[in-house]
């Protein structure tokens, strides 16, 4: 969604002489035009977040934010087991209501002008109310599903203990996976016109599309989803995914080394060797269980044809430290800090979803696989290398 700038300040009456006369633009050009100018002098609506909170949050402070562009609006003092925020706006957004952060509650509110939204932070799920309004009807979706997820659970089950296989299971339950989907899709479609439909895709947006293309015609159909800083980020890693796939050439980032001292992922790949690359960092237990395979294709195949690097994502220096000498590490790391720039952010560049994560590389920088099972490494190498 690109966003149209006027060029500087100036009288409603200026600009038109200047941008409509002048350049003698047609019908269409002018009334396109009104419209934007209508929209930039568009006039703020109230709107009230009220909401009860448990007594233990007395005294502290409760945040409203921008969740897309992430900046605090206001902070408000629990009185009573709760509070009150009344605010203006001229279009629509997502509101944060934070308490006691950073690590107490948040409840994600939808907003509209006239929006009334009562919200219930004494509860669990956190309830979240505004007379018919977006959150309702969120509300609705959200029924839906947990409808919907009961009964495939529960059809699964069954099938289960009548001795199905696993791909039985799967072709059995397609329709009601499908019905699920629906009631997300639905919403979308339904409130494509209005912030609840960007909210909902943007909760979606990873399970349901797997290329940058098919995301794209969605989001193009949808108001406000441009405005989604992480839709944005999921756009900007399935646009990677589909340059970092399986036969394409490798992307280069930079990092740091177990030293401190920078290095790039073009410092080990494309160098004339097979490179195992894992996507790892110390909180993520599955990556520890899978440690001691690739600890040992290190210790028995590297050598002139290949080797093996760490990537270290998501993670604090002095962790990753920590857990390469706990973990026995003994082949070369980059980690990249978690405030890095896009260009530098391996997990946005190699759309890294879930870790541990392996890709292998070829001798000349190509992607030869991806998403390679720990337990399936020597069968791998031993096509590769042998």
Not at 322 to 345: M, T
Not at 348 to 361: A, C, D, G
Request: hydrophobic letters at 40%; glycine letters at 8%.
């Amino acid at each position: 969604m690109n966003t149209v700038g006027f060029p500087g300040p100036a009288e409603p009456a200026d600009i038109w002489k200047t941008n409509l006369y002048k350049n003698n633009m047609n019908k269409r050009t002018i009334f396109t035009f009104l419209f934007l100018l209508v929209a930039l002098f568009a006039v703020a609506q109230e709107y009230t977040i009220s909401c009860a909170v448990k007594p233990e949050f007395n005294g502290k402070t409760a945040y409203i934010v921008n969740k897309n562009a992430g900046d605090t609006i206001a902070a408000c003092e629990i009185v009573d087991n709760a509070f009150m925020y009344k605010g203006e706006i001229c279009s629509q957004a997502v509101i944060d209501v934070v308490v006691n952060r950073p690590k107490g509650m948040v409840a994600s509110v939808l907003i509209e002008g006239g929006s009334d939204v009562v919200v219930d932070m004494t509860v669990r799920p956190v309830k979240i109310n505004d007379n018919g309004g977006l959150n309702d009807k969120l509300n609705a979706m959200y029924a839906a599903v947990k409808e919907r997820s009961v009964a495939l659970s529960g059809l699964a089950k069954k099938l289960h203990e009548e001795g199905k296989s696993e791909e039985e299971i799967l072709a059995a339950t397609t329709a009601e996976t499908e019905a699920l989907y629906d009631v997300y899709r639905n919403t979308i479609t339904e409130n494509r016109d209005n912030i609840l439909g960007a909210f909902v895709l943007n909760l979606v947006a990873r399970q349901f599309y797997s290329s940058v293309e098919a995301l794209d015609a969605v989001m193009a159909d949808v108001k406000y989803s441009g405005e989604f800083r992480a839709l944005k980020k999921i756009r900007t890693a399935l646009y990677y995914g589909g340059l970092t796939k399986a036969g394409n050439k490798f992307i280069d980032f930079a990092g740091f080394a177990i030293d401190d001292a920078a290095v790039r992922l073009s410092d080990y790949v494309g160098k004339g060797k097979y490179v195992l690359v894992d996507f790892w960092a110390s909180w993520c237990g599955p990556c520890k269980n899978e440690m001691p395979h690739i600890i040992e294709v290190n210790r028995q195949y590297t050598g002139e044809r290949f080797m093996v690097i760490g990537v270290n994502i998501g993670d604090e220096n002095g962790k990753f430290k920590a857990a390469v000498a706990e973990l026995g590490i003994d082949y070369p790391q980059i980690f990249i800090p978690r405030n890095s720039k896009d260009e530098d952010n391996a997990a946005l560049l190699y759309n890294v979803e879930t870790i541990p994560h392996l890709i292998l590389f070829a001798p000349d920088g190509t992607i030869k696989e991806r998403g390679i099972p720990g337990s399936a490494l020597h069968e791998k190498l031993d096509e590769y290398l042998k």
